[in-house]
Structures are given as structure tokens and as C-alpha cells.
């Protein structure tokens, strides 16, 4: 374990330290404010009215009669996006409380960047694991499964986001790499209908009941 952390902070020292630029300073911020949570948000919304709109243009006028309007298609796939995004940050939120690992700036030297200061402003003080990196992994999960393997490139994206985490000295590579997993990980498996999925299911149910648009929903509306 020992060596471990040793190579998690020689890491973090290599690519903090060594990489340093103000072009770099810039690209990094750049990337890691693409990973905030609204901007998150505002993917899965953008997706969603994407799937409602191929949903019209290829499917619509061949479905029968029973067949579901693009609009309530859409808010499905937002929905179930959004359920799968509030049970992947409550983790991680629970794993924060557990560790209690301090981030790298407040146990070492540090270059404080604009985008240091910014990015960390009213964020919590817990480093482990990382919420930009399990955003970013599960988004492209998500998008990924909608759309199949050409999609893939995005993981290009999420590591990005994940990279500028530690080049601004938020978090070690250790936080990063697991949270780009979990976010990956919970996001596979519950659309893959595994256990955390009953629990979304008996949240739909109860949508179902109060709401028209909510009906006849199933995980296909993610696959």
C-alpha cells in the first residue's frame, strides 16, 4: 500500500509540476469546467432531445397505433439518465464521507492557478473519489450504449477530464482513475438491469402512476 501511494504522489508531482504552462493552464481549465455537473445536466438533455428526434425521423411512421410519441421517448431517456446520475453521485459522495482523503492542495505545494481557484470553489474538501471523472466516464457510458461502439471516442473526452483533474492539483491519479470506473461501472450496470436497477425501476413506477408520458417504459429506451 505504502508503494502505492508513493506512485499515486510521484504521479501527481510529474504531471502537476512538470507539465506545467500557461497554455496548458488554459487547455486544462478548459477541459475540467466541461466535466462540471450543469454541464453534465445539459448532455443528457441534449442527448435526450437527440434520441427523440432520431426516433421521429427513423422509427415513428413504421411503429403501430400503440406507438410512443418522440417527445415522451425523449423525457424517458432523460429521465433514466438522470435517475442513474443521482444514484452514481450519491455514492460517490458516500465514498468522500468514508475516505476522508484531503485533496492534494491542501497537504502540498501546489501551483495556484486561476483555474486551481475556481475549479475548486465551493467544492468539497474530500478528494476521493473524483465527481468530474465518474461524471464524465458515465456520460460516455450512457452515450455509448445508446449509440452504439462508434461513440467510443468519447472516452477520449472523459480522460481528458479526468487528466486535468490532476494537472490543476485537485485530485491524485489514484481519485480520477477509480472515479472514472465507478462512473462507467454504475452506469453499465444499471442499465445492464442489475441490482441497482430495481431500485430505479420502483422510482418509474412510481412516475407511472402520476404521470401519462412516464408509461410503458423499459431500460430500451437507454440500449
Not at 501527481?12 to 488554459?26: A, C, L
Not at 397505433?65 to 417527445?71: G, T
Not at 432523460?78 to 492534494?104: A, C, D, H, N
Not at 425501476?201 to 423499459?218: A, D, H, M, N, V
Amino acid at each position: 500500500m505504502n508503494m502505492i501511494c508513493k506512485l499515486d504522489y510521484f504521479l501527481f508531482h510529474e504531471i502537476h509540476n512538470n507539465w506545467g504552462s500557461p497554455i496548458m493552464d488554459q487547455l486544462m481549465s478548459w477541459i475540467t469546467y466541461s466535466g462540471n455537473t450543469p454541464l453534465i445536466f445539459l448532455y443528457i438533455i441534449t442527448v435526450s432531445v437527440t434520441v427523440g428526434i432520431i426516433y421521429r425521423l427513423k422509427y415513428y411512421h413504421f411503429t403501430s397505433e400503440n406507438r410512443i410519441s418522440p417527445l415522451r421517448k425523449a423525457l424517458r431517456f432523460m429521465l433514466y439518465s438522470f435517475m442513474i446520475y443521482g444514484v452514481m453521485f450519491g455514492v460517490t459522495q458516500g465514498l468522500k464521507e468514508t475516505t476522508q482523503r484531503p485533496r492534494p492542495y491542501e497537504v502540498h505545494q501546489v501551483r495556484m492557478t486561476v483555474a486551481l481557484k475556481k475549479t475548486t470553489a465551493g467544492e468539497e474538501k474530500e478528494s476521493f473519489p473524483s465527481g468530474h471523472a465518474a461524471g464524465a466516464f458515465m456520460m460516455v457510458a450512457i452515450i455509448g450504449r445508446r449509440f452504439g461502439k462508434k461513440m467510443q471516442v468519447l472516452y477520449i473526452w472523459a480522460a481528458l477530464v479526468a487528466l486535468s483533474r490532476v494537472y490543476l492539483g485537485a485530485h491524485y491519479p489514484s481519485d480520477v482513475i477509480f472515479g472514472g470506473f465507478w462512473g462507467w461501472f454504475m452506469a453499465n450496470l444499471i442499465i445492464s438491469r442489475l441490482p441497482f436497477s430495481n431500485l430505479l425501476s420502483k422510482i418509474y413506477e412510481g412516475l407511472q402512476s402520476r404521470f401519462s408520458c412516464f408509461k410503458e417504459f423499459s431500460s430500451q429506451d437507454i440500449n
